[in-house]
């Protein structure tokens, strides 16, 4: 029986491919061996340039320190901004020359791979702790990409979590200059780009998990196994081209991108179909997938081509909201004209250095129709300018193509769309996306294709839980012989002759549905976990909006906050029973917004109220939109990761359908795992429709979670298996092998991503898993779970080795933040302090309460907290003040530390206290190096002194998470 490989034996063959494909394998031990090599490789690179400014094709020490000047002690980002740069080094003679770190042309980079290189204090000073790197490939010198392998059948996210350990810990100096990782169990590999040390707030970041990718072939083939990818994503050719073509360092932020394949594919084959065929087309790329970016980079590919005069970005205007405008500003700063004035496009066009030009399509038409602007769209008739239309879909492109098209007589024009409009789809004009992108009868007019079905298998968007609300009973119909189960069914009503919109529209009907959404909101967005999330409702007409808001604005028990928006037409008519025109229940919408977020809003400012609403749906700004009521805004080109639960009141059908369920599925944190749509309208047929027009035919139910039933056997048959490991919660404890740790955590998550889903569905009651594991019984378990997890994070702080340290525990999840410091001493405050027994009683029930939290700081204090309640609260007189009597207890607590620490390291405790305090004010206050200074007097010997410094750094970081308040 064939054994499986181990990382060292996958390693070698690994590195045998590569020099087989053009890398020249060198042996580097360590970080000087790094920059040596470096060094000698650079001057290679640039000998052409040496030769002629000094005669050979070396550098002294001298220059080669104000290169290692230049590229050392920088942030991963703009390292990332040098390696692309050609940089000028005066030489020792007076002369200058460009350095060059990367080129374009794989023939001239220099290719290397080197194995296990060692990275410590000893040879680079900002060295954490000592790590062992799998495999590095270096380009010019530069390590450029790093591999990191596990052997088969380990979770890869392991790999991505000892990279970000990596990250913190060793990768400094020139390994700042990594620009893409690799990790693969031989069987699944992915790749992703390196991350900024610190987000734009400052906060240190790691990689995400929704940004690593798998690689696949033109036609969306995954490429899973390590060999493969090897062969085709590693060639000289193709790693110089995706370091230099299809790579983005935003100029604005400090983020980098690395393309996803289908991206890649779709702006290669566009230009294709321009340079080579002088063809149209479109690309179909699923809703929320990433369009932007593939429209983007093929626009700046175009516009940096000599052979192109200019290229116009057209966006419809009603998508152009500030997140729109924020994304292509942050590619390139100022790049898009978002303003109404038609004098600006034209002022740009008059400029022959502006060769991109992002703007709207209605401004775009107006140029053309004006007289005034002639002369200067005259001169653009036989140039060759390009279109690229984002949502090429919307009538309006289709509306104004043909004047374009007449006009601009040299033009090709590139389409993006999540749905196109298909013959099924078509509307009024009857034309479909093929029909105005038309390539001839022997050219498919879609230039790529990548639907939710690949999105969705590649994790770049969500599957959908769909949950059909039952609305409308045959009790309400004065009818004999009607099927109960079918009295929803719109086609069943028509043939029965019943007026299923009267149904709908009934004031019963609409507060039961309205109490029905109050009463499990808190259900869908706010799942397990801490994390929550906002919700849209979609109602059929502003009426029903209205009196949905109005039931709603006077139901509210918990206080939800609610808002609503909508367009008016001036001079409408009244519709039956429709007491306001829209504006005056706009204004009535606007008014109750500005009373709950302290704005002030009014229909002269309808566009603010718009952005604001959308800024808050997204939680950009606080507090959110928890529930916004519409009857069409919203529900297409707005992308928001923490809007998750679409409710619907309304009939839908194909682009309309899907474009408004991705509302919902934008990838973000673990608590997220799909987006969920509540309707209360049966609109099944409709949605399966659409959903297998716009996958390929594909079936429909692939995008949709199971049934809740489903979720109950998985539940079951996961708690059978933890059972397995540990019959009991109390067995638990007695894993003290970290191997038999590393099975209960996986077999437990497993337990805690089922119970999240379960737990979505409006029916979901405890009593349905009482008899598989209790809430107590799943409380327990989860306490051990967390106890591993504080424990592996001990060892990370202090560098000892833990096969857990790389374990995805996904601790979003199972974190309530419920059981908190000030939720454990209103207990206390609450306990009748004058009845000693009761008093006993009460304190063994707050005593588990925090063995069972789940609150990051309240496990930090635990200890502290129960050594308070057992050693000090029983004499506190029975008036005194809790909280008071508490900061008192750990001011003593935290002064006791102190000493213990400087008596048992022989150095005062005021240099300690000292450090504590400049840390607790600035956690970035505290270096080695200034501790250094601090104990320098001391003269502590070199062995001492790096013994007290690693002490310090633990003592001052652990004191800072058991004595600060929560949150800070």
Same mark, same amino acid.
């Given at each position: 029986?064939?054994?499986?490989?181990?990382?060292?034996?996958?390693?070698?063959?690994?590195?045998?491919?590569?020099?087989?494909?053009?890398?020249?394998?060198?042996?580097?031990?360590?970080?000087?061996?790094?920059?040596?090599?470096?060094?000698?490789?650079?001057?290679?690179?640039?000998?052409?340039?040496?030769?002629?400014?000094?005669?050979?094709?070396?550098?002294?020490?001298?220059?080669?320190?104000?290169?290692? $000047?230049?590229?050392?002690?920088?942030?991963?980002?703009?390292?990332?901004?040098?390696?692309?740069?050609?940089?000028?080094?005066?030489?020792?003679?007076?002369?200058?020359?460009?350095?060059?770190f990367l080129t374009e042309d794989s023939t001239r980079n220099?290719?290397?791979?080197?194995?296990?290189?060692?990275?410590?204090?000893?040879?680079?000073?900002?060295?954490?702790?000592?790590?062992?790197?799998?495999?590095?490939?270096?380009?010019?010198?530069?390590?450029?990409?790093?591999?990191?392998?596990?052997?088969?059948?380990?979770?890869?996210?392991?790999?991505?979590?000892?990279?970000?350990?990596?990250?913190?810990?060793?990768?400094?100096?020139?390994?700042?200059?990594?620009?893409?990782?690799?990790?693969?169990?031989?069987?699944?590999?992915?790749?992703?780009?390196?991350?900024?040390?610190?987000?734009?707030?400052?906060?240190?970041?790691?990689?995400?998990?929704?940004?690593?990718?798998?690689?696949?072939?033109?036609?969306?083939?995954?490429?899973?196994?390590?060999?493969?990818?090897?062969?085709?994503?590693?060639?000289?050719?193709?790693?110089?081209?995706?370091?230099?073509?299809?790579?983005?360092?935003?100029?604005?932020?400090?983020?980098?991108?690395?393309?996803?394949?289908?991206?890649?594919?779709?702006?290669?084959?566009?230009?294709?179909?321009?340079?080579?065929?002088?063809?149209?087309?479109?690309?179909?790329?699923?809703?929320?997938?990433?369009?932007?970016?593939?429209?983007?980079?093929?626009?700046?590919?175009?516009?940096?081509?000599?052979?192109?005069?200019?290229?116009?970005?057209?966006?419809?205007?009603?998508?152009?909201?500030?997140?729109?405008?924020?994304?292509?500003?942050?590619?390139?700063?100022?790049?898009?004209?978002?303003?109404?004035?038609?004098?600006?496009?034209? +002022?740009?066009?008059?400029?022959?250095?502006?060769?991109?030009?992002?703007?709207?399509?209605?401004?775009?038409?107006?140029?053309?129709?004006?007289?005034?602007?002639?002369?200067?769209?005259?001169?653009?008739?036989?140039? !060759?300018?390009?279109?690229?239309?984002?949502?090429?879909?919307?009538?309006?492109?289709?509306?104004?193509?043909?004047?374009?098209?007449?006009?601009?007589?040299?033009?090709?024009?590139?389409?993006?769309?999540? @749905?196109?409009?298909?013959?099924?789809?078509?509307?009024?004009?009857?034309?479909?996306?093929?029909?105005?992108?038309?390539?001839g009868d022997k050219v498919d007019a879609c230039i790529h294709?990548?639907?939710?079905?690949?999105?969705?298998?590649?994790?770049?968007?969500?599957?959908?839980?769909?949950?059909?609300?039952?609305?409308?009973?045959?009790?309400?119909?004065?009818?004999?012989?009607?099927?109960?189960? !079918?009295?929803?069914?719109?086609?069943?009503?028509?043939?029965?002759?019943?007026?299923?919109?009267?149904?709908?529209?009934?004031?019963?009907?609409?507060?039961?549905?309205?109490?029905?959404?109050?009463?499990?909101?808190?259900?869908?967005?706010?799942?397990?976990?801490?994390?929550?999330?906002?919700?849209?409702?979609?109602?059929?007409?502003?009426?029903?909006?209205?009196?949905?808001?109005?039931?709603?604005?006077?139901?509210?028990?918990?206080?939800?906050?609610?808002?609503?928006?909508? @367009?008016?037409?001036?001079?409408?008519?009244?519709?039956?029973?429709? *007491?306001?025109?829209?504006?005056?229940?706009?204004?009535?919408?606007?008014?109750?917004?500005?009373?709950?977020?302290?704005?002030?809003?009014?229909?002269?400012?309808?566009?603010?109220?718009?952005?604001?609403?959308?800024?808050?749906? +997204?939680?950009? *700004?606080?507090?959110?939109?928890?529930?916004?009521?519409?009857?069409?805004?919203?529900?297409?080109?707005?992308?928001?990761?923490?809007?998750?639960?679409?409710?619907?009141?309304?009939?839908?059908?194909?682009?309309?359908?899907?474009?408004?369920?991705?509302?919902?599925?934008?990838?973000?944190?673990?608590?997220?795992?799909?987006?969920?749509?509540?309707?209360?309208?049966?609109?099944?047929?409709?949605?399966?429709?659409?959903?297998?027009?716009?996958?390929?035919?594909?079936?429909?139910?692939?995008?949709?979670?199971?049934?809740?039933?489903?979720?109950?056997?998985?539940?079951?048959?996961?708690?059978?298996?933890?059972?397995?490991?540990?019959?009991?919660?109390?067995?638990?404890?007695?894993?003290?092998?970290?191997?038999?740790?590393?099975?209960?955590?996986?077999?437990?998550?497993?337990?805690?991503?089922?119970?999240?889903?379960?737990?979505?569905?409006?029916?979901?009651?405890?009593?349905?898993?009482?008899?598989?594991?209790?809430?107590?019984?799943?409380?327990?378990?989860?306490?051990?779970?967390?106890?591993?997890?504080?424990?592996?994070? +001990?060892?990370?702080?202090?560098?000892?080795?833990?096969?857990?340290?790389?374990?995805?525990?996904?601790?979003?999840?199972?974190?309530?933040?419920?059981?908190?410091?000030?939720?454990?001493?209103?207990?206390?405050?609450?306990?009748?302090?004058?009845?000693?027994?009761?008093?006993?009683?009460?304190?063994?029930?707050?005593?588990?309460?925090?063995?069972?939290?789940?609150?990051?700081?309240?496990?930090?204090?635990?200890?502290?907290?129960?050594?308070?309640?057992?050693?000090?609260?029983?004499?506190?007189?029975?008036?005194?003040?809790?909280?008071?009597?508490?900061?008192?207890?750990?001011?003593?607590?935290?002064?006791?530390?102190?000493?213990?620490?400087?008596?048992?390291?022989?150095?005062?405790?005021?240099?300690?206290?000292? $450090?504590l305090n400049k840390y607790f004010t600035d956690e970035n206050?505290?270096?080695?190096?200034?501790?250094?200074?601090?104990?320098?007097?001391?003269?502590?010997?070199?062995?001492?002194?790096? !013994?007290?410094?690693? *002490?310090?750094?633990?003592?001052?970081?652990?004191?800072?998470?058991?004595?600060?308040?929560?949150?800070?």
């Open positions: 029986m064939p054994r499986a490989q181990s990382e060292y034996e996958v390693e070698d063959i690994f590195i045998d491919k590569l020099t087989t494909m053009g890398y020249d394998y060198v042996q580097l031990n360590n970080y000087d061996d790094v920059i040596k090599n470096f060094r000698i490789q650079l001057c290679k690179l640039n000998e052409k340039v040496l030769k002629e400014a000094k005669g050979e094709a070396k550098l002294s020490d001298a220059e080669f320190d104000k290169v290692m $000047l230049r590229l050392d002690g920088h942030t991963v980002y703009e390292s990332a901004k040098i390696l692309r740069e050609q940089w000028v080094l005066e030489l020792d003679n007076g002369k200058s020359v460009y350095l060059e220099i290719f290397q791979v080197a194995h296990q290189i060692t990275m410590d204090k000893t040879h680079m000073k900002d060295v954490v702790y000592k790590n062992r790197y799998d495999v590095t490939l270096l380009i010019n010198g530069l390590p450029l990409v790093q591999v990191e392998l596990k052997r088969p059948g380990v979770e890869i996210n392991e790999a991505v979590n000892q990279i970000n350990r990596y990250r913190r810990f060793s990768f400094k100096g020139l390994f700042r200059y990594i620009q893409i990782f690799v990790v693969s169990n031989s069987t699944q590999t992915k790749y992703f780009a390196n991350v900024n040390e610190r987000d734009m707030d400052g906060e240190e970041q790691n990689v995400l998990k929704s940004l690593v990718f798998y690689w696949t072939d033109s036609v969306n083939k995954r490429i899973n196994r390590l060999m493969e990818f090897t062969s085709d994503f590693l060639t000289r050719f193709n790693i110089t081209e995706m370091l230099t073509k299809f790579m983005i360092i935003k100029k604005t932020e400090p983020t980098l991108i690395v393309l996803r394949p289908y991206q890649i594919y779709s702006v290669k084959r566009s230009i294709d179909r321009i340079m080579l065929s002088n063809m149209n087309g479109f690309n179909f790329a699923c809703t929320g997938s990433g369009k932007t970016i593939s429209s983007y980079m093929l626009a700046t590919t175009l516009r940096d081509d000599r052979r192109i005069d200019k290229v116009f970005f057209l966006i419809d205007r009603k998508d152009l909201d500030d997140q729109t405008v924020d994304e292509y500003n942050s590619f390139d700063p100022g790049c898009v004209d978002a303003t109404d004035s038609t004098k600006e496009l034209v +002022k740009m066009l008059e400029d022959s250095s502006k060769k991109m030009i992002i703007t709207t399509i209605q401004k775009m038409a107006n140029a053309l129709r004006n007289k005034r602007y002639t002369d200067i769209m005259d001169t653009y008739k036989t140039k !060759k300018c390009i279109f690229i239309i984002d949502e090429c879909h919307r009538s309006q492109f289709g509306k104004m193509h043909a004047e374009i098209k007449k006009h601009f007589q040299n033009a090709n024009y590139i389409g993006f769309t999540g @749905t196109p409009i298909f013959k099924e789809n078509k509307g009024a004009t009857g034309r479909t996306t093929a029909d105005v992108f038309y390539s294709k990548y639907m939710i079905k690949e999105a969705i298998a590649d994790g770049n968007v969500l599957r959908f839980s769909v949950e059909y609300m039952r609305s409308i009973s045959a009790k309400q119909i004065q009818k004999e012989g009607l099927d109960p189960t !079918k009295i929803d069914d719109p086609e069943y009503c028509k043939q029965h002759h019943i007026d299923i919109d009267e149904l709908y529209h009934d004031p019963q009907r609409i507060a039961f549905v309205a109490d029905d959404i109050l009463k499990n909101l808190n259900r869908h967005t706010h799942p397990e976990g801490k994390d929550v999330y906002t919700a849209i409702f979609a109602t059929d007409k502003i009426k029903t909006l209205m009196e949905y808001y109005h039931y709603m604005k006077n139901h509210n028990p918990d206080g939800k906050k609610i808002a609503a928006i909508f @367009t008016f037409t001036a001079n409408e008519d009244l519709d039956e029973g429709q *007491d306001k025109y829209s504006r005056q229940y706009l204004e009535e919408c606007m008014k109750d917004y500005n009373e709950t977020f302290g704005t002030s809003f009014d229909i002269e400012t309808f566009d603010g109220y718009r952005k604001d609403i959308a800024k808050r749906l +997204k939680q950009k *700004d606080l507090p959110q939109v928890d529930l916004l009521l519409v009857v069409d805004m919203f529900l297409t080109g707005f992308d928001s990761k923490a809007t998750n639960t679409l409710i619907l009141d309304k009939n839908l059908v194909w682009h309309n359908l899907v474009q408004a369920y991705s509302r919902t599925n934008r990838v973000s944190k673990v608590t997220k795992q799909f987006g969920q749509i509540i309707t209360y309208r049966n609109i099944k047929k409709a949605q399966d429709d659409a959903l297998k027009l716009f996958s390929g035919d594909g079936d429909p139910n692939e995008y949709l979670l199971e049934s809740y039933e489903y979720y109950l056997s998985e539940y079951r048959k996961q708690c059978e298996d933890l059972r397995q490991i540990t019959p009991t919660p109390d067995d638990a404890g007695e894993l003290v092998d970290e191997n038999q740790q590393r099975d209960y955590v996986f077999a437990f998550r497993k337990i805690a991503h089922t119970l999240a889903v379960l737990k979505t569905f409006s029916k979901f009651d405890w009593d349905d898993i009482d008899a598989i594991l209790d809430e107590q019984n799943y409380a327990d378990y989860k306490g051990w779970y967390l106890t591993f997890y504080d424990e592996m994070k +001990k060892s990370e702080k202090t560098g000892k080795e833990s096969i857990l340290a790389d374990i995805d525990f996904n601790i979003e999840l199972v974190r309530t933040d419920k059981i908190n410091v000030v939720y454990i001493l209103n207990l206390l405050k609450d306990i009748n302090r004058n009845n000693k027994e009761e008093m006993e009683k009460s304190i063994d029930l707050v005593l588990r309460e925090i063995e069972r939290s789940d609150n990051e700081k309240m496990r930090y204090k635990q200890d502290i907290m129960k050594n308070f309640i057992t050693t000090r609260f029983f004499d506190l007189d029975p008036d005194e003040d809790i909280e008071a009597a508490f900061e008192q207890y750990e001011r003593e607590m935290l002064e006791s530390s102190i000493k213990n620490f400087a008596e048992d390291h022989g150095i005062s405790a005021e240099l300690v206290s000292d $450090l206050s505290i270096s080695r190096e200034m501790i250094r200074n601090q104990i320098k007097s001391l003269n502590l010997g070199l062995l001492k002194t790096t !013994k007290i410094i690693n *002490d310090l750094q633990i003592f001052i970081e652990d004191m800072f998470d058991k004595f600060t308040a929560e949150g800070n």
